[in-house]
């Protein structure tokens, strides 16, 4: 098969292009920064494209004579710049389903999030059928349930099959640099993670994880299939606060939510972090996940559990893990330096 990935040298992007080629399958990775590598057999064919843009063609010309598109890119950074945030997110959507209806793709596969999930109202797991609405008060979740929307207008309008995945928090040992990017203070070194001697959470927090490449395999094995619908991916147990801390080898302490967000939006606006207090929001509200349809349609069965994912994420956070892409690239207080002076913090500078 041939599938086109946007996104392809992210996180989620790398374990797909890993999974697809390791599969035979024929890959085109659209992204806005392509690697040096060349294209060669049994290697990816590169297309520049910035979805925050118009790049009608260059898309048209990528999905072309693709099976299936596999779309991925979304922004975490800036978090000062929210409308480059939904020009990627909900722009780029809409810009790359324009494009698979004129290139006639037959497939699509769309990365959702949990964070398109309405608040939750209990902690029983819920199915794809619980509402998309978002939660209103974080910005990331607003242009998840946005895109949803995007994709229930063009499934309404096209024979075009649309797969949504719906993971938790997706982490691989490559993309701990990027993440402590997107969520740690430039001058913060990454092994001060080492060294955290209490975590101060509320103690009702839930956390759902998935690894990179279980969430890559779910999505091949989709494209595989051309298997449409909704599929919630999230690796069992669910994580709770204490579980985090021993991830840590912290104390942990009891600090309501309420507090947590008034020091995140405090410490956010202040420009002392790059994290908007709607992420505390969304740990608060956001529902369990039940992942039993993937099971049942897809097969799919993750390879590593909770437990496992948690602590290699610690140790990508604070070794920290890396990979050979421009968006995992490696971190280093004196990048995050010269590139604050040079283009602005990551929370407001339009690339991270």
């Known amino acids: 098969m041939r ?9 989620v992007g790398s374990a797909v292009v890993r999974r697809l080629l390791a599969g035979g ?3 085109v990775g659209v992204v806005r920064r392509p690697p040096d590598t060349p294209a060669g057999p049994g290697g990816v064919v590169w297309v520049q494209a910035d979805l925050a843009e118009e790049c009608h063609e260059a898309l048209v010309d990528a999905f072309r004579g693709a099976d299936a598109v596999v779309h991925l890119v979304w922004g975490f950074q800036p978090t000062h710049r929210i409308d480059y945030l ?8 809409r810009r790359v389903l324009d494009a698979v209806a004129e290139a006639g793709v037959p497939h699509l596969v769309h990365q959702s999030s949990i964070g398109a999930y309405s608040p939750r109202r209990d902690s ?3 199915g794809e059928d619980w509402p998309t609405d978002g939660i209103p008060s974080s910005p990331y979740s607003r242009h998840k349930a946005a895109a949803e929307r995007l994709l229930d207008a063009f499934e309404a309008r096209s024979d075009v099959a649309v797969t949504r995945t719906r993971p938790g928090i997706i982490s691989q040992h490559p993309a701990g640099s ?8 430039t ?9 955290v001697p209490v975590l101060p959470l509320d103690r009702r927090l839930t956390l759902q994880v998935v690894h990179a490449d279980d969430v890559a395999d779910a999505i091949v094995r989709a494209v595989e299939g051309t298997l449409p619908g909704a599929f919630n991916l999230v690796a069992e147990p669910v994580l709770g606060r204490d579980d985090i801390a021993r991830a840590l080898h912290a104390r942990p302490v009891h600090v309501p939510f309420p507090v947590l967000r008034a020091a995140a939006s405090l410490s956010w606006h202040a420009h002392v972090q790059p994290v908007d207090a709607g992420w505390v929001d969304m740990a608060r509200n956001a529902p369990v996940l039940d992942a039993g349809r993937a099971r049942d ?4 069965v993750p390879a ?17 893990g890396h990979g050979d892409t421009a968006v995992l690239r490696p971190r280093s207080i004196v990048d995050g330096l010269r590139r604050a002076v040079r283009q602005g913090p990551v929370s407001q500078r339009r690339e991270p």
């Open 187 to 195: 001058l913060v070194p990454a092994v001060a993670l080492r060294h």
């Open 297 to 300: 349609e897809l097969g799919w």
């Open 3 to 11: 599938v086109a990935v946007t996104g392809a040298t992210g996180n």
């Open 124 to 126: 029983a797991p819920v």
């Open 304 to 320: 590593h559990d909770a437990l496992d994912v948690l602590a290699e994420m610690v140790e990508a956070l604070s070794a920290p």
């Open 86 to 93: 939904e020009a990627v997110g909900v722009g780029g959507t």
């Open 25 to 27: 399958h024929d890959v």
């Open 178 to 185: 990027a993440q402590l990017r997107y969520f740690l203070p």
